[in-house]
């Protein structure tokens, strides 16, 4: 068995590790740690600032919404949605690079045969000894490891963890997202269906009223005109429903879609039956670093970065390398497998980056820079997270009093109606009052629905802004 040690000393390559740890003291990898975060205060644009942490972000959706069908809905796409599933094949992606960024303190090891026929030209130095060529045969072994002296390996193992937390967090995002949608996307449902109920109603009364208008015409209290504007309005309710009868089809596959269905009819209940049973409280705005799924992502993508500044720093420090290989090499096949051909080689390595085209300092430069757009982007996503609820916030108080007036607006119009055509049969009033009085009660009473749904959305786009469901 022969021992190959290239260098001429053993006990240098003792040494060469001894320098390098003395040398750890010029860089430490550094911790994260939270920065300062002067955009948490004052985020929340509102009357009433919450003053504790109680949040709805924190209530199950199954708590939030109590109708069966929705439940079920929103179970079904957690499930099935093709997003959700994508963002879990990235988490997987994430987790295989996370095991690799743990595997970086291990060393590399490769081993196989090899066969070399080398050739000696005649007027060179061997070529005078050798006649003919040297067949050589081995079977080598290769082994690498570098230790990690200013943390760079430790540093890329924290950011592989970070990008892995970035995208669950993703996935939760996507979930919150997708509740939301379902939860909206059905309401929507119910609101069409309250719409075409009463334009039905309209359209039955209208054709009632067409009837009893020719019957004053014929007894001469009124023109073919009243008769034709009649008529008119009742056609435009014909036509108001085959709008609404078109956007619950799309809606209806819309819905099908998020549940990762084909096109099918959907089962519901109804927007009246609809209740909000839960307080509405929002919790302090310091609440969202730990609800909302995209501020926590863009938070683990700053400590990526982070992490990867450190890494690129301690790319411009010397990298202590110990090198290795055996295994047996011989002239003959015959004698490969023999005691004598065994063979070894240890090498120690102390290598400082000197000149490389200056790509260790551009990729450290890189790596600050995007360290600081990773810290606009996480302050940015907690502004546009606060925006997002004081707008939702606002939408649900105002949708609230909105519904008040707009209930008494259709009280108002449906006397309004009554009266007129009261009037008209007796021959106190004007068909053109009744006209305008009929089409005024209708776009009220759709507005009344449009409210109810409102008031919905609201709530629900709130839950979302919170940061709620994917818990």
Not at 11 to 30: D, M, N, P, Y
Not at 152 to 163: F, H, M, V
Not at 245 to 267: H, S
Not at 402 to 427: D, H, I, T
Request: hydrophobic letters at 40%; a positive charge; one cysteine or more.
């Amino acid at each position: 068995m022969k021992l190959i040690i290239k260098n001429k000393n053993f006990s240098k390559t003792i040494l060469l590790v001894a320098v390098s740890l003395t040398l750890q003291g010029c860089f430490t990898a550094k911790d994260y740690t939270r920065p300062e975060l002067k955009e948490t205060e004052g985020l929340y644009r509102t009357e009433n600032l919450p003053k504790d942490s109680i949040s709805i972000a924190n209530l199950s959706w199954k708590n939030l919404f109590t109708d069966t069908y929705l439940q079920q809905y929103i179970t079904e796409g957690l499930q099935n949605n093709m997003d959700v599933r994508i963002a879990l094949q990235q988490i997987i992606a994430a987790e295989a690079y996370v095991k690799q960024g743990k595997a970086g303190y291990f060393p590399t090891l490769s081993i196989g045969p090899n066969y070399t026929r080398q050739e000696f030209s005649e007027n060179s130095q061997f070529g005078s000894i050798f006649t003919g060529g040297i067949n050589t045969f081995d079977v080598t072994a290769n082994l690498s490891w570098e230790a990690d002296i200013w943390g760079k390996i430790k540093s890329n193992k924290r950011a592989t963890q970070a990008a892995y937390l970035q995208t669950v967090a993703a996935h939760k995002a996507v979930k919150t997202q997708l509740i939301a949608s379902i939860a909206n996307t059905y309401y929507n449902l119910l609101s069409l269906d309250a719409q075409l109920e009463v334009t039905k109603k309209t359209i039955a009364s209208r054709e009632s009223s067409v009837k009893t208008i020719k019957a004053l015409k014929d007894a001469g209290q009124v023109t073919q005109i009243a008769v034709d504007q009649n008529i008119a309005q009742y056609n435009s309710a014909k036509s108001l429903q085959v709008d609404i009868e078109t956007a619950i089809f799309t809606a209806e596959n819309t819905l099908n879609i998020l549940l990762g269905k084909t096109p099918q009819e959907i089962k519901r209940s109804s927007l009246y039956t609809q209740k909000i049973n839960q307080d509405i409280k929002i919790g302090v705005p310091a609440s969202l670093l730990s609800n909302r799924p995209d501020v926590i992502a863009a938070e683990y993508g700053l400590i990526q970065s982070f992490q990867l500044t450190n890494v690129a720093k301690s790319s411009l420090y010397p990298s202590l390398t110990l090198t290795a290989s055996g295994g047996l090499q011989s002239l003959e096949f015959d004698d490969l497998f023999s005691t004598s051909s065994l063979f070894t080689t240890l090498v120690g390595g102390l290598t400082q980056p000197i000149f490389n085209q200056r790509k260790l300092k551009t990729q450290k430069e890189v790596a600050i820079a995007q360290q600081e757009q990773a810290l606009l982007n996480f302050k940015k996503t907690i502004l546009v997270a606060g925006s997002e609820v004081s707008n939702a916030l606002f939408s649900y108080k105002s949708e609230a009093k909105k519904f008040e007036f707009r209930k008494n607006e259709v009280e108002a119009l449906r006397k309004a109606e009554a009266n007129s055509e009261e009037l008209l049969k007796n021959g106190y009033a004007n068909y053109l009052d009744l006209l305008t009085a009929r089409q005024s009660a209708l776009s009220a009473e759709l507005n009344v629905i449009d409210s109810q749904l409102q008031q919905l959305v609201s709530v629900v786009d709130l839950y979302e802004a919170l940061g709620g469901g994917w818990k």
